[in-house]
């Protein structure tokens, strides 16, 4: 058994798509329209056979106390593994891109927290 697709609730997919690829630099899997909504996938560029993380629309009513909750408490939707979150962080603050935690050392990982623009906050990670 292994992790095929993820996902990540969020309030506009279009703006997702745009951060997650503009600004994280994911490459779009699928984009299958549903109605109102998009089954709308990206993928690391480093794995594009790999797990896919799935732009999930927030509408059910139970995602947004859900999502508020989390934000409020600091806690991240999802990590992304880096090779370096301080080189990364630099990139992604030069995009404009905001954090909620600077990076921090934690032992054998160092992690950074930034804000995905559509509701959620997002971990990355190093592995010392």
């Known amino acids: 058994m292994k992790i095929h697709i993820t996902s990540v609730f969020v309030d506009d997919q279009a703006k997702a798509e745009r951060f997650y690829v503009d600004k994280l630099g994911f490459v779009k899997k699928h984009d299958i329209p549903l109605g109102e909504d998009r089954w709308l996938t990206v993928v690391s560029p480093e794995a594009p056979e790999g797990t896919e993380l799935l732009l999930e629309p927030s509408s059910h009513p139970a995602v947004g106390p859900y999502k508020s909750a989390l934000v409020a408490d600091g806690i991240p939707a999802a990590q992304f593994l ?36 559509c509701g959620n906050l997002i971990q990355i990670i190093q592995m010392n």
């Not at 030069?94 to 623009?117: N, S």
């Open 82 to 117: 880096v090779e370096d979150v301080h080189a990364e962080f630099k990139r992604l603050r030069e995009l404009g891109v905001e954090f909620t935690q600077e990076p921090a050392e934690m032992g054998d990982i160092t992690t950074a927290v930034l804000d995905d623009t």
